[in-house]
């Protein structure tokens, strides 16, 4: 081989790699790109549930001790 195809063979190759390297590029974007959305999801999700922890505690805590009453059946 000449030197000029070695060249051009060495061209070709690292063109070939670019292309795979933008491509991997392009997936894992969308890759973290959905896991971001999901993450938002997840902390939304969060925070309701942590609102109904909340309102949930100040319910039983309205609601007074359960101890000193005495059962239905008496």
Not at 12 to 25: G, K, M, W, Y
Request: proline share 4%.
């Amino acid at each position: 081989m000449s030197e000029i195809e070695e060249l051009v063979q060495q061209m070709v190759e690292l063109q070939t790699q670019v292309a795979f390297q933008e491509d991997t590029v392009s997936v894992l974007n969308n890759a973290v790109t959905a896991q971001q959305k999901e993450i938002l999801v997840l902390r939304e999700q969060l925070e309701l549930l942590k609102q109904r922890q909340d309102e949930t505690i100040a319910q039983v805590d309205q609601a007074g001790p359960v101890v000193d009453e005495k059962p239905p059946h008496y």
